[in-house]
């Protein structure tokens, strides 16, 4: 068949569009990946809460230089079935996702089997967000009782041995273990009153049926603030832009530090460069000033940092709540 100039014209054309598309995946990194194929975040909780609603204000921040970024919800097994899925992904650069205080610190020790293996089953990206935790008494309570300061908390039961209690949205959850490790670190006994989730606990502590809890700030603040309840320390290891009046536990406990956090991870053998550029991409979104606002309504403050400065950071939450964990007897078969 005779070749027109047409003909000869469109095959040149496809031949060139077709290098142009082989060159950009061998050497665009996950930018180039996701102009083919979206980059999909795991989120190992349910739709609506703050770690959802950070994972999706990040995939908009960093559509202009990843491409689409989509989110998958993955709930259910405490965080377990969602990192699971991101360690048995392809380590491609097009799965990553959502590695937790719970999935990758609390859960190893807290479970009697788990699918994945949190110190080898995961390349670190970037942390995301830090929330600090709070310990919060009823104020009736506080006022009837005197307690005005953490030393006077501290100094309350051991006068009072068992008369205080603290509530938790369940056995094992952050709350509980934060009750644990303060006991412990404060030489005291308080019984503790798992509850199932985090609200029936936090009612539980505003009708006065327990005297404490360690709550989440973003969940504990409009509480703080109507007066309902009186902040005592934060649990951070100094003092929360959020409460920069209130003292952290640290101030009265050395050494005192136990946070909600989570951050971004691949699947273990995911590329070097790939880490890099996803790493450069999310550090430069959590750092924007649209991001920083919008963290600050969560009561969540921004933690950018290295693949190998998340990683070191991670170790060492692994290895803290091995020992919280055993304190606390809690286990789930």
């Known amino acids: 068949m005779k070749k027109t100039k047409s003909s000869i014209s469109l095959r040149r054309a496809l031949t060139l569009s077709g290098l142009a598309l082989l060159t950009a995946l061998a050497c ?74 719970a999935t990758h610190a609390i859960n190893p020790w807290l479970y009697a089997k788990m699918p994945y293996n949190a110190a080898t089953d995961f390349a670190p990206i970037t942390q995301m967000l830090r929330v600090p935790n709070v310990l919060v008494i009823n104020a009736d309570t506080a006022q009837r009782l005197k307690i005005n300061t953490l030393a006077d908390l501290i100094a309350y039961a051991k006068v009072n041995p068992a008369k205080l209690n603290y509530a938790s949205g369940g056995n094992g959850s952050a709350g509980h273990l934060a009750g644990e490790m303060f006991k412990k670190e404060a030489g005291i006994f308080a019984l503790h009153i798992p509850y199932n989730g985090g609200n029936p606990a936090q009612l539980a502590l505003l009708s006065g049926q327990v005297d404490f809890n360690f709550d989440n700030l973003a969940t504990a603040s409009a509480n703080i603030k109507s007066g309902k309840l009186k902040a005592l320390a934060v649990t951070t290891a100094q003092r929360s832009a959020m409460l920069p009046d209130i003292p952290a536990v640290a101030e009265t406990l050395k050494g005192f530090q136990i946070d909600t956090w989570w951050g971004l991870v691949a699947p273990a053998g995911t590329p070097k460069d790939v880490v890099a550029k996803l790493n450069q991409a999310f550090v430069a979104a959590l750092n924007s000033p649209e991001a920083k606002t919008r963290f600050a309504t969560l009561m969540a403050e921004p933690v950018a940092n290295t693949p190998e400065q998340f990683g070191e950071f991670m170790a060492k939450e692994l290895a803290k709540y091995e020992a919280v964990v055993k304190a606390s007897g809690a286990k789930v078969d």
């Open 28 to 101: 665009g990194g996950p930018g180039a990946l996701a102009q083919t194929k979206p980059i999909r975040i795991i989120v190992p909780y349910a739709p609506g809460g703050p770690i959802d609603v950070t994972a999706r204000l990040m995939a908009e921040r960093v559509k202009d230089s990843l491409g689409t970024v989509i989110i998958e919800n993955r709930p259910g097994g405490g965080g377990n079935i969602g990192a699971d899925a991101i360690a048995k992904a392809a380590p491609d650069g097009l799965t990553i996702g959502i590695a937790a205080v």
